[in-house]
């Protein structure tokens, strides 16, 4: 598909229109055509943001949506660089690749560290200390001080069977301790603050 | 060959010393030889404890470094057959012993004794690792208070790094009645948090005071709580499966503890 300049894919925000560099507005024009033609009404009253790969001029941008508008389909605008697609198809961080198993206790004034993903088989006792690169897994309670993604990986998280840690934080984002200990929790970057939910929610 | 137990906490004031001595005293009246051995240098007190500071001539420093021989140094108790005390060094301080001469002494006293039991100093440095560094096993005392059940856990982990594994936990000064309106930790709380075997829990009992500034162990008192409960850990330590104190409803002799202690 990308050899004929032009890209559809769906996403979340709507049909993302890709216009990849080394064509002309023309080429773009009947490719698109080409596209709507042999998908006729598929499309219909579908929204779609346009991603062009090169520079863009605004009359150009105009011809194009004012083609795919003929087919029913809705614009939004240009796709914004950074949200969901784009997050998507970045490479996953190692952070995700291994894990350290800690089968034991970590008692007060003890620290556990691992680069990537940590899994502890046992407590973590006030005072104590564990850490990550990636994730935190506690299989026992988890009730000292715990950091996910301690080198800036958002997509760390962090879970306990009995939650109740006397701080915490997920890259960097720290957030108080819950009031009281819960069962079976997961704690997850969502923007700026962390989010604690049922480890199974459906349960 | 005996065993060499080491007896600590990190924190200081829970009950290291009057446990050394009741624990001690215990396993003497159950008929085994045994070795008590104060390690805190510098700040001595089970000799005190145990009534026996007047009959110091030598003492662990002084076997330490070759002053005299270890017989020399210990001290018989009179009134428990088959129980001895090395005493620590009052003038010195902690440094005047390093774990290897610690390591030597237990060892030797293995020999002749069914156990030796090691008062350890409050804290982790020098005191504690010369006091562990000869031990078997490990008992950690505790009082139902977060300070000290953090820094039982704090010892507990430094135990299990220096390769005593599986200490076992000693609650002392437990107040039911405290437990009861929830004003202190429950036995459930603390070993929850600390995630170790009990060996015993001993309750608050006035007598103990009493008990230490005369110099005389209180395990054996017949109508004492504390007593009964340092009975029962001596005979745990010797593998017998003594059932808990139940402190709650042991109609008789809490009566008498509640009277004993101002509270019936």
Known sequence: MSRSGISIKGTREGLVIFLDAGYDLEEWKQNLKRHLESARGFFQGARFLLHPRRELPAEQEKEIVELVSRYGLIYLGRKKVGTALATRTQPRPPAEANTHLYRSHVRAGQIVSAAENLVVVGDVHPGARVEAGGSVIVCGNLRGEVAAGKDGNPSAVIVAYRFAPLRLSIAGVSAPPPPSSLVMVKARLEGKSILLEPLFPHR | ?264
Not at chain 2, 97 to 123: H, S, T, W
Not at chain 2, 214 to 220: D, K, S
Request: glycine residues 10%.
């Open chain 2, 1 to 264: 060959m005996g065993e060499t137990i080491v007896i600590t906490s990190g924190k200081g004031g829970v009950g290291k010393t009057t446990a050394t001595a009741n624990i001690g005293a215990g396993l003497a009246l159950l008929g085994h030889k045994v070795a008590l051995v104060d390690a805190d240098i510098g700040l001595r007190n089970l000799d005190v404890v145990l009534g026996l500071e007047n009959r110091i001539v030598y003492d662990l420093v002084d076997v330490a470094h070759g002053h005299c021989r270890l017989k020399q140094a210990l001290i018989r108790d009179k009134r428990f057959e088959g129980l001895y005390l090395l005493p620590a060094a009052q003038t010195k301080d902690k440094t005047a012993v390093n774990p290897e001469q610690m390591r030597e002494i237990c060892q030797e006293l293995k020999k002749e004794f069914d156990y030796v039991i090691v008062d350890c100093p409050a804290g982790i440095e020098q005191g504690f690792r010369n006091a562990i560094a000869g031990a078997d096993r490990a008992i950690v005392v505790t009082t139902p208070e977060v300070a000290a059940v953090r820094d039982a856990d704090r010892v507990i982990g430094l135990l299990e790094a220096a390769g005593l594994n599986e200490p076992k936990l000693v609650i002392n000064r437990l107040r039911p009645k405290m437990v009861r309106q929830g004003d202190m930790m429950d036995i459930e709380d603390i070993l929850d948090i600390l995630a170790v075997d009990l060996l015993g829990v001993v309750p608050e009992d006035e007598r103990i005071i009493v008990s230490t500034n005369r110099g005389e162990p209180i395990v054996q008192e017949r109508n004492s709580l504390a007593a009964e409960a340092f009975r029962n850990i001596s005979r745990r330590i010797l593998g017998e499966p003594v059932p808990l104190l139940d402190l709650e409803s042991n109609g008789n002799l809490l009566v008498r503890l509640r009277k004993m202690l101002g509270l019936g």
